[in-house]
């Protein structure tokens, strides 16, 4: 019997050679799993009697025993967005003015990214109770940490129980896998798996901070950068983007869970800009229509403040799919008009004013 190609890479794979029947490659099977030990969990343990919630080291954002992964584009506040978290639960007030945290919570921090100097001074900014020390540690470039090393690994574990740590935040992802290559698929998947076990061993909230890469895709969820199994093997996915003045937040990935609402957070400065008081608040995001009506309020409010614009600039500051919706309404409306294909956008204040 003459061996197929699937036959053949099978028996390849396995180090045999020759034709393969399809009893005695389930006998050799058979006998090559009796030898791994593996048992199924059984079903008493798989299922609780009681269905349990998340249960929240950040609320709406990073769940305890699970790994999260942050992404977004460079300076769009991703690192501001979990030191909101920390002022709040220092505080003990709601996280973005919203969500009550279930429990006070305590944050390690370890930070390859900013300034030392720049997080303090955002920290106070941001209202970090500089009296409650036990609820944050935080470190800056940290010898000895990362998640794709054993000892890396043992060292994270070490400081968790130690602080008896509820969140810990890596800032930023290719700091924390300095040993993998972000494309490389062979190192990515197994680096993330053990990552992912410590967390839920820990019983502790995993945050990576990573980001976009330059071009943008349709899909959202391929917005991260690098190897599709940094997305696979992060129990939760949320992307941080800019929408004119406001961020917003969105559930992207969501495991076991029902997915959060998507956010639309405002930075608020009271005073000086570069050191007055800063306030994250948030909103559960509106409706389609709702949406829509906000952005032909600001396709209008643009166009009245910098007269005729070109769809290059209204799109940096409304996006390329409300801004479309928006101006066919408003042309249709009569509202906005344009001399030409491909020329600036213009308001009709006579048709406003009706």
């Known amino acids: ?47 609780n009697a009681v269905v349990t919630p998340p249960r929240w080291a950040i609320p709406n954002l990073a769940a305890r025993g699970r790994l999260t992964t942050l992404y977004a584009s460079v300076g769009t506040g991703k690192s501001t967005l979990y030191w909101e978290a ?12 919203l969500y009550p945290f279930e429990e006070a919570q305590v944050f390690i921090v370890y930070d390859w990214e900013n300034h030392a100097e720049d997080v303090g001074n955002m920290w106070q900014r941001l209202g970090v109770n500089a009296s409650r020390g036990d609820t944050v540690h935080y470190f800056k470039s940290p010898e000895g940490i990362s998640l794709d090393t054993s000892e890396g ?10 602080f008896k740590a509820t969140c810990v935040v890596f800032d930023n992802r290719d700091a924390a896998f300095p040993q993998t290559g972000e494309n490389e698929g062979s190192q990515v998947v197994p680096a993330m798996k053990a990552a992912q076990s410590l967390a839920e061993k820990l019983d502790t909230a995993f945050l990576l901070v990573s980001h ?3 071009a943008q ?19 939760h996915l949320y992307r941080l983007y800019q929408r004119g003045d406001l961020r917003k937040l969105s559930h992207e990935k969501h495991r076991a869970m029902s997915k959060r609402p998507e956010l639309a957070i405002r930075f608020e400065v ?25 952005a032909k309020e600001e396709v209008v409010a643009l166009l009245t403040e910098h007269g005729p ?13 409300l801004l479309r919706r928006a101006l066919k309404a408003l042309t249709k409306e009569g509202h906005v008009g344009q001399a030409g294909k491909r020329q600036p956008y213009f308001l009709n204040q006579g048709a406003l004013q009706k």
């Open 1 to 47: 019997m003459s061996k197929t190609k699937a036959e053949a890479s099978t028996a390849a794979a396995l180090g045999r050679s020759g034709p393969i029947e399809d009893f005695e490659f389930a006998k050799e099977w058979d006998e090559e799993a009796k030898g791994q030990g593996r048992k199924p969990t059984p079903l008493s343990e798989l299922i």
């Open 86 to 97: 920390i002022a709040a639960n220092s505080q003990g007030r709601d996280f973005l003015h």
């Open 153 to 162: 690994r043992a060292e994270v574990e070490a400081d968790v129980l130690q």
């Open 212 to 214: 976009e890469p330059k």
């Open 217 to 235: 895709y349709a899909n959202h969820k391929d917005n991260l950068r690098g190897h599709t199994g940094w997305g696979q093997h992060s129990d």
């Open 270 to 294: 009271e005073g000086h800009p570069d050191t007055g008081t800063v306030t994250l608040k948030a909103e559960e995001a509106a409706t389609k229509d709702s949406n829509l009506l906000a």
């Open 309 to 321: 614009m070109n769809w290059g600039a209204l799109e940096e500051k409304v996006g390329s799919t």
